[in-house]
């Protein structure tokens, strides 16, 4: 059976409602989603680098036929392939977080960048836990080291809400130009675009049958 990982976004988890939902629905057409915890229980000390080590075992476990990404699991997706193109045939990303260290900086502006670097963490909200949850300043200085627009090469099916005003249209606007392997896909909704999933299933799914001589 045909595997795909889904890579959930920043204070989420695996069990994420646009995650379930692609999973519901691959499963109709035969295919078997994995999504795995990027956090690992540890979300205060979350890295991008160790958020990789996670994809990197997943992808080399399943060997995925798609890898897919939403918000920060976009950015981690888009960097993983970048980095290893032998090993992701394809990809779909759901606002891609480009530009992630940049954004926190620019975001939280200069007095509160330096005050989560003195405190060593900040409270931010995790949807998963419905909850605020600390999370640690290393976040922000490991993600430093990777760049804002990873430069993929496969074949990559891009959604991002024309609303979103957290990860803004114009990233992936810039991740897609000059790229002729990304279609990038504007909709009328916000960052977690729960209310056009549907659409997006239409489009992903032939996307996924589109890429299938990739699989051979």
């Known amino acids: 059976m045909p595997n795909i990982v889904y890579l959930h976004g920043f204070g989420s988890g695996p069990d994420s409602t646009k995650g379930r939902f692609f999973q519901r629905n691959f499963s109709m057409i035969g295919a078997e989603v994995y999504q795995p915890d990027l956090a690992e229980g540890d979300f205060q000390g979350l ?21 897919v990404g939403s918000s920060l ?7 993983y392939a970048a980095r290893n193109p032998e090993l992701v045939p394809s ?27 003195e405190q060593g963490v900040r409270f931010v909200h995790h949807y998963g836990a419905q909850d605020s949850l600390p999370i640690g300043y290393q976040l922000y200085e ?8 990873p430069d993929v090469k496969q074949p990559t099916l891009v959604f991002h809400g024309r609303l979103d005003e957290t990860v803004k249209p114009e990233f992936s606007t810039e991740f897609a130009w000059s790229r002729a392997n990304v279609q990038l896909q504007f909709l009328d909704s916000d960052h977690q675009m729960l209310d056009v999933v549907e659409t997006i299933w239409e489009r992903v799914a032939m996307f996924y049958q589109e890429t299938e001589p990739l699989r051979g």
């Open 47 to 67: 890295t991008i680098t160790a958020q990789l080590a996670v994809v990197d075992r997943a992808v080399r476990e399943r060997e995925p036929v798609l890898l």
């Open 73 to 79: 699991g976009g950015y981690l997706a888009a960097l």
């Open 91 to 117: 990809l779909v990303l759901f606002a891609p977080a480009f530009g992630f260290a940049r954004r926190w900086a620019e975001q939280l502006g200069e007095a509160e960048m330096a005050a989560w670097r």
């Open 142 to 149: 490991d993600a430093l080291q990777y760049e804002d627009f």
